[in-house]
């Protein structure tokens, strides 16, 4: 009995096929494992396969549904980056701009007449968290479209715009701290 084929898992790729587009990697990954399969039969019966088409078309189906299960691993790993990015991003747009329409609500409660430098404050911080969050979607935006194709350097090139996307939500959450420290310090 021979070994464990060479492409029975995704993340067995011969090289260069990272930079091969989606259609090439599909016929020569079925191709591949057609006359792999017809290699172990060949072995195991001691007989030519030329004779049993069943084998081949089996062969066929067996290694189009092994390539569409590679392929939906890898969409479905980049739909849930996608997921958590829209998620976060919804989470800091939300907490911001609900902070704005506080204070904005707290002016018009308490009828304020001049604007403080906590108010000043608070609002600069809350809008500069949008202004940073927005600028992380379109991050994600461009790291999830590199990710989702198949070549190796557009996704290390998606997942350095997902880092960089992270590092802005980073710096818009702290930009939140940073001003509702300073609007309770006021109310304190």
């Known amino acids: 009995m021979p070994g464990p084929s060479r492409f029975t898992d995704e993340d067995s790729l011969p090289r260069g096929a990272q930079s091969r587009n989606k259609a090439q990697w599909s016929g020569i990954r079925t191709k591949t494992l057609v006359e792999d399969f017809e290699r172990r039969t060949k072995e195991s019966s001691g007989s030519d396969n030329s004779d049993h088409p069943v084998d081949r078309e089996l062969a066929m189906e067996i290694a189009k549904a092994d390539l569409e299960l590679a392929n939906n691993r890898v969409l479905a790993g980049a739909q849930a980056t996608a997921n958590f990015a829209t998620n976060s991003l919804k989470f800091c747009q939300i907490l911001n701009g609900g902070a704005v329409v506080a204070l904005l609500a707290y002016m018009g409660s308490n009828k304020v007449s001049?604007?403080?430098?906590?108010?000043?404050?608070?609002?600069?911080?809350?809008?500069?968290?949008?202004?940073?969050?927005?600028?992380?979607?379109?991050?994600?935006?461009?790291?999830?479209?590199?990710?989702?194709?198949?070549?190796?350097?557009?996704?290390?090139?998606?997942?350095?715009?997902?880092?960089?996307?992270?590092?802005?939500?980073l710096l818009a959450n702290v930009s939140f701290i940073s001003g509702s420290i300073c609007v309770l310090k006021h109310f304190s």
């Open 114 to 169: 001049t604007i403080g430098d906590w108010l000043l404050y608070g609002f600069t911080c809350y809008a500069t968290a949008l202004g940073i969050t927005g600028v992380a979607s379109i991050l994600f935006y461009v790291g999830q479209h590199k990710i989702e194709s198949f070549e190796e350097q557009g996704r290390k090139t998606g997942i350095f715009f997902h880092s960089v996307g992270g590092s802005f939500l």
